[in-house]
């Protein structure tokens, strides 16, 4: 069998769709389906295969090695390793996964409280929110409250022009159906989120990667692959950028607009972190509001569990958004678009979100006193790009981290072309400020070190 051809046999049980992949490998490994020796898929091509988040796949062969099922070897894959008698699911004793980029769960017992109270608070709107089916987009009081909570940044935005979408990924492929067909270009950041990758790729199309610089996207970089290419969208992050926390500068982003509208290239803006960052720049969506289509998702600043993302659209657009949200399967939990409505109606949404960017701001200190300064971070993130210096290799890091129980992601999972020597730390994963200073006490003196110092191969 060759890498080409296995793929995971997924059980329909409820659970984490990495922990699902490595026991298809157990399975697998263990019924002789793969043999030792054999080389796996490439985790961007599994990612690919199976539609999801190359993060997924990167914790699925995390967990999978951490069991003694796989194993690495530089420069040439990932390969079945001789079986044992004994396959254990235990992971290492103070494994610290940093690869997924998580709000950080904060020490407020009593605001933790309210949340669940607030969210189970929902009996005044009646039968109808448990057995009735709602319209795709949200109804329309759950939209005038995201409205209400976008005014902040977007002020004076109609209702009518905000809809509902399940998360981001959600959002994104309803947009998306709406603006291409498969073989179309969009252009991209050519460091760009793993989720808009894996979404793109299932509806076939092709991304066109633009230079950044230390302020993010460059505008002469987009009108080169506007006049070359013909793109159809393009799709950036220009706040707290995921992976590298830039942030675009308001006369970079003015400039944006004026080429987006003279070339007539609908813009996708995924303001993911605008709402921990209380003095970002003015979203694209107000620059230009008849061009741009913005996804605020509220998994980063208030819970990833309620999966809601909020949609601005232009005008005249909502219908047809819409009608891709039903025709994807994209429409919300109207349980957790109530719960999400009912924590801003009430003053909590501000409260979390409080919560996550004074819980952010010490991890960030953590992460200055730590790491060298090549480990880029901004105000009101939680994640941390940090830059591989000679002569380690992201590759060789990424691999000696994991072997001690630490996660973090390369720079593969990010780019379109060439992958820089960097990797991404998610700070918000570690459960206490205690275990990231282990976690990052850890990485600090790998990098203090030559790799063949700290090697473990005997």
Not at 339 to 357: F, M, N, P, Q, Y
Request: overall charge neutral; charged content about 20%.
């Amino acid at each position: 069998m060759t890498s080409k051809t296995w793929s995971p046999k997924l059980s329909t049980k409820d659970g984490p769709i990495y922990l699902a992949i490595a026991d298809a490998l157990a399975a697998d490994i263990a019924s002789g389906v793969l043999a030792e020796g054999m080389r796996l898929p490439t985790q961007r091509r599994l990612a690919e295969d199976l539609s999801i988040d190359f993060t997924t796949v990167s914790r699925a062969y995390a967990e999978a090695q951490s069991r003694g099922l796989i194993e690495g070897r530089v420069g040439q894959g990932t390969y079945v390793k001789a079986r044992r008698s004994t396959l254990s699911r235990v992971q290492p004793s103070g494994l610290v996964d940093m690869s997924m980029n998580l709000p950080p769960r904060f020490q407020n017992s009593s605001l933790t409280r309210r949340m669940w109270e607030a969210a189970g608070d929902l009996e005044d709107q009646g039968l109808d929110l448990l057995m009735r089916y709602q319209e795709p987009g949200g109804i329309m009081s759950d939209r005038a409250v995201a409205a209400g909570w976008l005014s902040r940044k977007l002020p004076d935005v109609p209702t009518e022009r905000v809809l509902v979408a399940a998360g981001a990924q959600g959002a994104l492929h309803a947009v998306l159906s709406v603006l291409t067909e498969p073989g179309d270009t969009v252009c991209v950041e050519q460091l760009t989120y793993p989720g808009f990758r894996s979404v793109a790729s299932h509806l076939r199309l092709k991304l066109v990667p633009l230079e950044m610089d230390d302020h993010g996207l460059l505008p002469t970089a987009f009108e080169e692959a506007c006049k070359a290419s013909r793109p159809k969208a393009l799709y950036c992050m220009p706040t707290l950028h995921n992976p590298t926390t830039r942030t675009m500068p308001l006369d970079r982003r003015r400039e944006l607009m004026i080429l987006a509208r003279a070339y007539d290239v609908p813009v996708i803006e995924d303001d993911a972190y605008s709402a921990l960052v209380p003095d970002a720049p003015t979203p694209l969506a107000a620059i230009a509001p008849e061009t741009v289509f913005h996804v605020a998702s509220l998994s980063k600043c208030l819970s990833p569990a309620l999966r809601v993302a909020y949609i601005v659209v232009p005008e005249g657009r909502s219908l047809r958004v819409a009608n891709a949200i039903r025709a994807s399967a994209s429409l919300v939990s109207p349980l957790t678009s109530a719960i999400a409505s009912r924590w801003i109606e009430t003053g909590l949404a501000d409260e979390v979100r409080d919560e996550i960017v004074r819980e952010s701001a010490t991890r960030l200190q953590v992460l200055r006193a730590t790491l060298p300064d090549n480990a880029e971070a901004s105000t009101g993130g939680f994640h941390a790009w940090l830059r591989v210096q000679e002569p380690w290799t992201r590759g060789e890091l990424v691999s000696r981290l994991r072997s001690v129980g630490v996660g973090v992601v390369a720079s593969d999972a990010f780019a379109i072309s060439s992958a820089p020597e960097a990797v991404r730390i998610g700070l918000g994963a570690a459960g206490t400020v205690e275990e990231l200073k282990r976690s990052l006490a850890i990485l600090g003196d790998l990098l203090s070190q030559a790799p063949a110092t700290s090697t473990m191969v005997v």
